[in-house]
């Protein structure tokens, strides 16, 4: 899938208040990286916010469904899983609407679509919280690589290696997208000069975007649909759920995982 940043105008100090509410909205129903044209407040220590994760996840059904020796216990592993997830500094801003979606993710052990992206890639409402090594123009591979808590993505092109980091500007099927900022839109891709529409299933491609929201670039250099549920696979790009999670001790395309004891989510979660 194709990245694009957002850049909205500042509002007048008396609309400061309400701005902020209907920030905090759109963090909790949006996993976009735009930042609403407001600088977010600067970086803060990821340990407090581990904990606050970890108490929010170990909801009574996860203690249950996972048999975890107590609750205590349950937050004491999360809490690990946590810091290996996370950078080690997090934006300040919109910590609550992150926790407040692993704790509604987590409320009755029964793990679905996004609620997954949310909880195994720091995905969705949380993902506005990353700040990244990369600000603009730095070299990336994917988005993760660069400063999404101020709304950098990183924007691909066809003719060359590596991906830049960018306040992404989305631009329209067949026009110019040879300043580094430039990102087609869904669909579409940037050939080095304009965007063009994405390849079919077996064209050569040097990257998952050319091969649209329904493919990916396999290890042969060719486009490959998506892979269905319980699918085998290695990487997320590579299932049309957006997640490859291990299973039963291979890894598979999946949409849903119902906690229990068995399953290997729970070991950090007791």
Known sequence: MLLAGCIFPDHDR???????RDRQGDESSSGSAGTGGREPSGPAPAADFCEDWARAACTDAVVSACQASDEAECQKTQTEFCRGLIPTELASSGRDACISAVGLAYRDADLRGDELALVLRFQGACARLIIGESAQGAECASSSDCDIARGYS???KADTGAGTCQMA????PGRSC???EESCEEGFFC????CVETLPVAEACAFHEQCGADGFCDESGKCAERRD???SCQEDVECATGICSELDDEKLCTNRVVLSRADPLCANLR
Do not use: K, L, W
Not at 191 to 194: F, L, T, V
């Open 14 to 20: 008396d609309d400061h208040d309400r701005d902020d």
């Open 154 to 156: 990183c924007v691909r």
């Open 169 to 172: 500007e989305s631009v329209e």
């Open 178 to 180: 040879r300043e580094p």
């Open 191 to 194: 050939d080095g000069r304009y």
């Open 229 to 231: 549920v319980n699918d």
